[in-house]
C-alpha cells in the first residue's frame, strides 16, 4: 500500500496542480467565447481530436502497449529500448498522416459530431475552421502519449502528471490574448474573424506542442535515446494488433456512445441556446477532476505492477493490488461524490459566471454537474475492473462489458432526449451516464473476479459503505449551508457561492476526514500521515549525540 500511495502521491500532486490550472483555462475560455454557439463551435471542434486519439491510440496505450513495453523489458537483451523506439516510430509516422487526413476531412468531421447545423451557417463555417487549426494537435499529443507511457513503465509518473500544467499555462495566455482582440465579439459567431479563428485554434495546439515536448525532454533525461527504427518486423505489430483489435473495438463502441452525446446535445442547444455542447463539456470537465487527480494517479501506477504480478502468477498480489486501490480511490471519491451532487451550482457559478457566461448559464451548468455527481464512483470503480483485465493482456471482455454499458447509455439518452424539454436534456444524458456505468460496473465486478478467483467485495464493499456514513455529516452541512446562503443573499451569486463552497465544502470535508479518523478507514490514515510526514520540518540532530537505542524527543 505504501508504494502505491507514495507514486499515486506524487502523480496527484502533478494532477491537480494540472487540473487547478485546467480550472483557469476553462474560466477564461468561457470568459472569451460564452455557452451559446461560439461555445458550442469550439467545443465541438476540440473535442474531435481526443476523440479520434481516444479511437487510434489512448486507449491502446492502457490496455495493450503498456502490457508489451514491460514484457520486453523483462524479456529483451536489451531491455525492451530497440523496442520501444521502433514503437515511437511508428505512432510517430502514423499520426503524422492522420492528422493531415483528419484536417482535409474537417467538414465531414464537424458534420458527424453536430445536428442541425446547416453547411452555411457561420457555426458550422467557424467550427470546420477552428477544427483545421486544432486538429494537427493529433500528431503532437500522440508523439507525448508514448512518450509517458515509457515513462511510466520506467516508474517515473511525475513528468506525465506536470506536464500538462505547461499545456493549460499556453492556452490560458492564448484566450486571454484572444478575449483583449476580439473583446465581445468574440462570443459571437458572426462576427468573429479569420484571424482571430487562427489566434484561438492554432493557441489550442500550441499547447498541445509545449506538451510533448516537456514529456520528450523527460523521457531524454530517464535514459531514453530515440532512434528512428524502420525494422518493423521487430516492432511486434501482429502481436500488438491482435490483442489491440478488441480495445480498438471497445473505444469505437464508446466513441459512438460520445458521438451520440454530442448529436444530442448540440440539437438541445439549437431549441434552447446556452443549453447545448458547451454545459455537457464544462460540466464533464469538473466531473472528470477527482477521477483524474485520484483515480488515474492510481490506475497508472497500478497497471505496470498489476502487470508484473500476473506475469510471475502471482494472483494474490494482483487482488492485493486492485482491492488497496479500489479503497485508496474510494477514500477520496466518496465524499467528493456526495458534495458535487449538493453544491454543483456554487462550484460553476465562481468558475464560469463572468464575460460572456450568466449567472444562470453557470447555474445550469452547475446544474448538469450535480446529475454527474451519481455517476462519479461507479465511473472509477470501472475503469479499475477494465485495468484488471488488462494486465492479463485480456483486452476482449472489456469490449462486451463496454459494448453493453454504452448500449444501455445510448438508448437511456434517447428516451431520455424525447421525453425532456430541451433545456433538461443534457442533465438527463449526465442521468443515463450514471445508471449505465452503474449496471456496467457490476457486470465488469462480476467477469473480473471470476478471473482472479476472488475480489473480496464483501470486504470492499464494507469499507466502501463506512466511508458513506462517514460522508452523510458533511453533506448535511453542504446542504444546510445552501439554504443558509440563499435565504439571506436572496439567490446564488459569486459571494454567496464563495461562501456555500469555504463552509459547506471546505468544513464538509474537514468533518469528513475527522469522522473518518474516528472510525479507523485506514486510506485516511495513511494519505494525512503520508502529508504529514512530508510536511514535518526535519529535525537536525547532532550525529555524534545519538546512538542506535536513542530516542528523539517531541
Request: hydrophobic share 55%; charged share 10%; proline share 4%.
Amino acid at each position: 500500500m505504501s508504494r502505491g500511495l507514495r507514486a499515486s502521491a506524487i502523480m496527484a500532486a502533478g494532477t491537480t496542480v494540472s487540473r487547478v490550472t485546467g480550472f483557469v483555462r476553462t474560466m477564461v475560455l468561457a470568459y472569451a467565447i460564452g455557452t451559446a454557439a461560439m461555445g458550442d463551435a469550439y467545443n465541438a471542434a476540440y473535442a474531435i481530436p481526443y476523440s479520434i486519439l481516444d479511437l487510434l491510440l489512448l486507449g491502446v496505450l492502457s490496455s495493450v502497449v503498456v502490457p508489451m513495453i514491460v514484457r520486453a523489458q523483462q524479456e529483451d537483451p536489451d531491455g525492451g529500448r530497440a523496442y520501444e523506439q521502433r514503437l515511437l516510430t511508428v505512432v510517430t509516422l502514423a499520426l503524422i498522416v492522420v492528422a493531415v487526413a483528419a484536417v482535409l476531412a474537417a467538414p465531414l468531421l464537424i458534420d458527424l459530431y453536430t445536428t442541425n447545423w446547416a453547411p452555411d451557417s457561420d457555426e458550422f463555417q467557424v467550427a470546420v475552421m477552428l477544427a483545421r487549426f486544432i486538429l494537427p494537435q493529433l500528431a503532437f499529443f500522440g508523439i507525448g502519449a508514448v512518450a509517458g507511457a515509457i515513462l511510466n513503465t520506467r516508474d517515473r509518473f511525475a513528468a506525465p502528471m506536470w506536464a500538462p500544467v505547461v499545456n493549460n499555462l499556453v492556452v490560458i495566455c492564448i484566450l486571454l490574448a484572444f478575449a483583449m482582440v476580439a473583446g465581445r465579439g468574440g462570443s459571437n459567431v458572426s462576427q468573429v474573424t479569420e484571424a482571430q479563428l487562427a489566434l484561438l485554434g492554432l493557441g489550442t495546439t500550441a499547447g498541445i506542442v509545449a506538451q510533448s515536448i516537456v514529456l520528450i525532454i523527460s523521457l531524454k533525461r530517464a535514459g531514453f535515446s530515440f532512434v528512428p527504427r524502420f525494422d518493423l518486423r521487430n516492432a511486434r505489430l501482429g502481436e500488438m494488433a491482435k490483442m489491440g483489435v478488441w480495445t480498438i473495438g471497445y473505444v469505437v463502441i464508446t466513441q459512438l456512445g460520445f458521438m451520440l452525446t454530442t448529436n444530442l446535445s448540440s440539437a438541445a442547444g439549437d431549441q434552447a441556446p446556452g443549453h447545448g455542447i458547451t454545459p455537457y463539456t464544462f460540466a464533464f470537465q469538473l466531473f472528470q477532476l477527482p477521477y483524474g487527480i485520484i483515480g488515474v494517479s492510481v490506475i497508472t501506477a497500478m497497471l505496470p505492477r498489476m502487470s508484473r504480478a500476473v506475469g510471475k502468477g502471482r494472483l494474490d498480489d494482483v487482488r492485493d493490488e486492485f482491492q488497496s486501490s479500489v479503497r485508496l480511490i474510494s477514500s477520496v471519491m466518496v465524499p467528493v461524490s456526495i458534495l458535487l451532487m449538493v453544491l454543483g451550482p456554487a462550484i460553476t457559478v465562481p468558475i464560469y459566471a463572468h464575460g460572456a457566461t450568466s449567472v444562470a448559464d453557470a447555474i445550469y451548468i452547475g446544474n448538469v454537474l450535480q446529475v454527474y455527481g451519481l455517476a462519479l464512483m461507479p465511473f472509477a470503480v470501472f475503469q479499475l475492473l477494465l485495468r484488471v483485465f488488462y494486465s492479463f493482456g485480456d483486452t476482449r471482455t472489456p469490449v462486451f462489458v463496454g459494448a453493453g454499458t454504452t448500449a444501455v447509455n445510448a438508448l437511456l439518452m434517447v428516451i431520455l432526449y424525447v421525453s425532456l424539454p430541451a433545456r433538461y436534456v443534457v442533465m438527463g444524458l449526465a442521468f443515463a451516464y450514471a445508471i449505465a456505468y452503474t449496471l456496467g460496473g457490476i457486470v465488469a465486478w462480476v467477469l473480473a473476479s471470476r478471473r482472479v478467483q476472488g475480489l473480496g467485495g464483501w470486504a470492499v464493499g464494507a469499507a466502501i459503505t463506512r466511508m458513506y456514513w462517514s460522508s452523510l455529516p458533511a453533506a448535511v452541512l453542504a446542504l444546510a449551508s445552501v439554504w443558509a446562503a440563499q435565504r439571506l443573499s436572496g439567490g446564488l451569486g459569486f459571494v454567496s457561492a464563495l461562501a456555500i463552497l469555504v463552509v459547506g465544502g471546505g468544513l464538509g470535508m474537514l468533518l469528513y476526514l475527522g469522522i473518518a479518523l474516528k472510525t479507523r478507514i485506514p486510506e485516511i490514515s495513511s494519505i494525512l500521515g503520508m502529508v504529514t510526514r512530508r510536511a514535518a520540518p526535519p529535525v537536525k540532530q547532532d550525529a555524534d549525540a545519538i546512538d542506535d537505542t536513542a530516542v528523539v524527543p517531541d
